[in-house]
């Protein structure tokens, strides 16, 4: 157990509806990454938050936003979605946002768009 | 770019050692880490080397850092099947107020007996 919790770990919805994908960092973790791993795209970078503030953006759709809460749990919401959509949604935690020594992982929310 | 190349697949008789390889794209990343995701399962972090380091050793793990030609391998002494899975390395590539992760496409591991 890495002690980063993802919530739901399944996930079936349709075409053009809106999902929101919960991440909650081990004790102590800042940082809160979010990856998109796909059959196509491998594991894509979206969005890192850090103790509240984005700080890095990967490629990440305008469909898609996050944030991170006061608490550190982060929250992926996924709008308008697409067939394209579906995949695994892995969220990482870590200490800091320099100096990375360890990131750890989620066990991801499959996200299956009918 | 940024992309972080792995090969595809590689294929290993139990009993021998299995390496890995990785060419990554940042020469000012900080760190390099492997994850290994079994079927069905998340990213389990296996090891990682600071960018100074050119080899570091972890029981049946040996990771070798070529920073010159932007190389890491990873390799696995005496392979079990119950190391068979993708693994992924990644790489700490430093941003101006953050350093972001980023993967390399996976290798697909195969051990049979």
């Known amino acids: 157990d890495s002690g980063v919790t993802q919530t739901p770990k399944h996930l079936i919805t349709a075409t053009g509806q809106r999902v929101t994908l919960r991440c909650s960092p081990r004790?102590?973790?800042?940082?809160v990454y979010w990856y998109q791993q796909s059959l196509d795209q491998g594991l894509q970078f979206l969005i890192q938050y850090y103790n509240g503030e984005e700080r890095a953006k990967g490629n990440i759709l305008e469909r898609f936003s996050a944030q991170q809460f006061p608490d550190l749990h982060s929250e992926l919401n996924l709008s308008s979605l697409e067939l394209g959509d579906s995949a695994l949604y892995f969220c990482?935690?870590?200490?800091?946002?320099?100096?990375?020594?360890?990131?750890?992982f989620g066990q991801g929310t499959r996200l299956t768009v009918v | 770019g940024e992309d972080v190349e792995q090969s595809l697949f590689l294929s290993v008789r139990e009993g021998d050692s299995s390496v890995i390889n990785c060419t990554y794209t940042d020469s000012s990343s900080t760190y390099l880490y492997w994850y290994k995701q079994e079927p069905g399962a998340g990213l389990q972090l296996l090891t990682y080397?600071?960018?100074?380091?050119d080899m570091k050793q972890d029981q049946r793990l040996t990771v070798l850092l070529n920073k010159k030609d932007k190389h890491l391998s990873l390799r696995i002494a005496d392979t079990q099947t119950g190391d068979s899975a993708i693994y992924f390395c990644a790489e700490a590539s430093p941003l101006y107020n953050t350093d972001k992760l980023i993967f390399g496409t996976g290798t697909r591991l195969q051990v049979f007996p």
């Open positions: 080397i600071f960018s100074n380091m």
């Open positions: 990482a935690s870590s200490p800091r946002d320099r100096g990375l020594t360890e990131a750890f």
């Open positions: 004790s102590g973790d800042l940082s």
